[in-house]
Structures are given as structure tokens and as C-alpha cells.
């Protein structure tokens, strides 16, 4: 069997795929889905990177100059697409690792069919953004509306002339809440547990993930007040309509939870325009109800639960020691975690997750090759 095995052809299983063979290493890369890209072929209609085309490509070959600054979903897909092609890379689709096991000198992974494989080298690459949460929510299961995670929401049209609540204002909250305003939900309300940091997509043409690359050196006192200060400049006070101001500091919330700001690709308009309203976190359920933590109720008729994701590394590997209690990686983007064994594609950064991707791509490459 191979030498080198990937787990997942998304955008950092595929760079660090291509940094190998660059270097003379071969490899298999599994995936799970019915080509490379699965997780972006999924995700919701409207959606473009909010991180600049020229700051989101993979190494040694860029995102083609003509799907513009903002990538739509379906260009990034066939962006790569033509990676794969480009660096002819051994893709394995419909491919599903259900269990990795150490033995002797190499990795054994097992799939969904029953097989075995084995490898002397795993790169694990399976996303971040993996297993959708939905928070364990008292009576959810006694509640009559329906429930819908971000991850499998693609348009407003199911939820057309319905009372929508969003659960959760991060950035796939914040922009599925204007789609269902602008695609024809009766009302849109979206549930807020902690105020959100939020930032322009652009001012002037000038990227806020630029912000992020050039000021993210800063100590953390002096950058929380230079984004909060930012924030005043750039975005409206809309405390008025029940959405505040973040109360704790941009670099300590990517520090303690990883953290990354809402950029506004609609969210500001629609709450001055009372088209999205703010209200209290949901709390608990009834039959016919969602309590939120202010002691109010609302009766949406949906929901969609924009309340984020785990690793799922946890259920892969038989070791709890690998991880820390958030399920990422304790080594992770360059070296090895275990003799053989990488990590990539776990790190948030201000500079996005991509652009990072790319980083870590090359360092594994590196280790890897150097430790064969
Ligand atoms: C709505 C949304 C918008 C985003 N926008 C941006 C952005 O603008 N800029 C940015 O930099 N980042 C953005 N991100 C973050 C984004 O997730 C990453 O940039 C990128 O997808 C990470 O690539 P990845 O290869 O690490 O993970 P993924 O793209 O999730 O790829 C992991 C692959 O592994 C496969 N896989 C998983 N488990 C298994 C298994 N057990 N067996 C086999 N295969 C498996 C999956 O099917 C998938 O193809 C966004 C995320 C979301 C949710």
C-alpha cells in the first residue's frame, strides 16, 4: 500500500498532496465525498469567500484571476478541481475512514466498507469546521418546528412565508439570516448568545483580512483597542435594535475560543432596516415555544442552527491524548504529532483558514519528506 496517505481532498489535503509530489512523494488521497471540495460543494447558494481571491489559493497554482476578488462557492470548487488535475493527484472519492489505528510502523485506516488500509505515513486533513454542533438544548426534541443546521441550508426557499429564527450570529448565521429576509421569510429574527465583533468585508477596496495580517502581530492589549476602535469607525452603534458591541476584545476571543469576526455582507443593513431582529440566546424549548435567556419566547415556525462544528477527530482516533478538550489537535501544521502521524488545517487565524492551509501544506511537506 502507499507511503504516504491523506485523509480528505479539501483544500489542505490537496495542497500538501502537491507539496509532496513537488518533493519527489507520492501519495493517496481518501475522500469521503463524491469529488475533491466536498465540504464548499455543500454549503449555502449565496456564498463567496470573505477572504480575498489573491490571499485564498494553494501553492504553486493561484485562484484563476477571473472568478474576481470575492470567489463564488462553485468557482472555488472547480478552482480545485483543477488543483487535483493540475498536480495529477491520486484522488480516492466515495471514500470513508471510519477508524484510525497505529500498528507497528505504519497507520491502518479503516472504511465504511469494511476495507483496510495502511500507510507509513498519515497526514489527517478532515477539516476543522467537520461534525455539525447543535448545542443540547433542553426540549428540543418535544419542540414541533423544524430545525435545520448551516451546514445543510442552501437557500430561502423552503422557508418561504415562515417565521425564521437563526440560532447563532458568526458569519454563516449573520448571512443566512439576510438570505432569508431578502428570499421571503415572513420575519427573520436572529438569536445572539455573544455580541459579535464586526468588521466591513472591505473599506475603500482595502480587505479587513489585510487587518488581520498586518496588525495580528500586535500584543493582544493593544490590537483588542485597535479593532474596537475600528469597529466604532466602521460600524453603525446598533445596540438600539439588541445587537451591542463584542464586550470582550478581538485577539482574546481567536486566543480563548478561536474566535473570527463577523464580516458584514448585509447583517448591519437589514437590522437598522428592522428586516432581521436581534434577540436574547435560546435557552430551552417547549412543544410550541423557544425560551431565550432573557425570559422571553418567540414561536418560530424554523429554525436554523448556526451553532458551529467540531473536529471530529475524537471518534477517528482510539488516542484522547492527541487532542485538547476542544478536539483540535495538540500538534498540529508542521510537525508530527505522532512518529508518522500530521495534522493540518486546524488553525484559525485573522488571515483565514485557507491562506493558512497553504502555510501548513508546505511544512508538512517538508517534515514528512524529511523523516522518510
Ligand atoms: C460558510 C463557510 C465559509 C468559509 N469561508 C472561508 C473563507 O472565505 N476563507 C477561508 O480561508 N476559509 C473559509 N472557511 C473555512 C473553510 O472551512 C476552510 O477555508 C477550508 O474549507 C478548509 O479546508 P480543509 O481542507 O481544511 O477542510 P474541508 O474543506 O472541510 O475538507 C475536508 C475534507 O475531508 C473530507 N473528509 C472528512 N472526514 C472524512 C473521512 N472520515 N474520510 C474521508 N474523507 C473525509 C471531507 O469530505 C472534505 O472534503 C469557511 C467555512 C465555512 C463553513
Redesign the pocket.
Known amino acids: 500500500m502507499a507511503n504516504v496517505m491523506v485523509?480528505?481532498?479539501?483544500?489542505?489535503?490537496?495542497a500538501v498532496a502537491a507539496q509532496l509530489k513537488l518533493r519527489g512523494v507520492d501519495s493517496v488521497v481518501?475522500?469521503?465525498?463524491p469529488g475533491?471540495?466536498?465540504?464548499?460543494r455543500g454549503?449555502?447558494d449565496r456564498?463567496?469567500?470573505?477572504?480575498i481571491r489573491g490571499l485564498?489559493g494553494l501553492p504553486g497554482f493561484g485562484i484563476p484571476r477571473e472568478y474576481g476578488r470575492w470567489v463564488r462557492r462553485d468557482d472555488l470548487v472547480r478552482y480545485l478541481e483543477a488543483y487535483a488535475e493540475r498536480f495529477d493527484l491520486d484522488v480516492r472519492t466515495g471514500?470513508?475512514?471510519?477508524r484510525v489505528k497505529p500498528g507497528g510502523d505504519r497507520w491502518a485506516v479503516q472504511l465504511s466498507d469494511g476495507g483496510e488500509l495502511t500507510a507509513r505515513t498519515l497526514i489527517v486533513?478532515?477539516?476543522?469546521?467537520?461534525t455539525p454542533v447543535v448545542p443540547p438544548w433542553p426540549g428540543l426534541d418535544t419542540w414541533t418546528g423544524s430545525l435545520t443546521h448551516?451546514?445543510t441550508y442552501r437557500n430561502a426557499e423552503p422557508f418561504r412565508g415562515k417565521h425564521m429564527l437563526v440560532a447563532g450570529v458568526g458569519?454563516?448565521g449573520a448571512e443566512i439570516a439576510t438570505d432569508l429576509a431578502e428570499g421571503g421569510a415572513a420575519s427573520v429574527r436572529i438569536a445572539i448568545r455573544t455580541p459579535p465583533h464586526i468588521v466591513r468585508r472591505s473599506m475603500a477596496g482595502w480587505p479587513a483580512q489585510m487587518n488581520g495580517l498586518l496588525l495580528g502581530g500586535l500584543p493582544e492589549p493593544v490590537f483588542n483597542k485597535l479593532a474596537a476602535t475600528m469597529a466604532r469607525l466602521e460600524v453603525p452603534d446598533l445596540s438600539l435594535y439588541g445587537l451591542s458591541r463584542s464586550p470582550i476584545g478581538l485577539k482574546t476571543r481567536l486566543r480563548t475560543s478561536r474566535y473570527v469576526p463577523l464580516q458584514d455582507v448585509g447583517i448591519v443593513r437589514d437590522v437598522q432596516a428592522g428586516r432581521v431582529r436581534p434577540v436574547a440566546a435560546v435557552q430551552s424549548f417547549t412543544e410550541s415555544s423557544v425560551q431565550l435567556a432573557d425570559g422571553t419566547s418567540v414561536q418560530p415556525d424554523a429554525i436554523v442552527a448556526a451553532t458551529g462544528?467540531a473536529t471530529?477527530l475524537r471518534e477517528?482516533f482510539d488516542d484522547p491524548a492527541l487532542f485538547d478538550d476542544t478536539g483540535v489537535p495538540r500538534v498540529h501544521g508542521g510537525a508530527s504529532a505522532r512518529p508518522g502521524l500530521y495534522f493540518?488545517?486546524y488553525d484559525v487565524t485573522l488571515g483565514?483558514?485557507?491562506?493558512?492551509?497553504a502555510i501548513e501544506s508546505r511544512r508538512v511537506a517538508r517534515s514528512v519528506r524529511n523523516a522518510l
Open positions: 485523509l480528505g481532498a479539501g483544500a489542505a489535503g490537496l481518501l475522500e469521503r465525498g475533491v471540495g466536498t465540504s464548499w454549503r449555502y456564498l463567496r469567500l470573505h477572504t485564498s471514500t470513508t475512514v471510519t486533513a478532515t477539516g476543522y469546521l467537520h448551516s451546514a458569519n454563516s462544528y471530529g477517528l493540518l488545517g483565514g483558514m485557507l491562506r493558512q492551509a
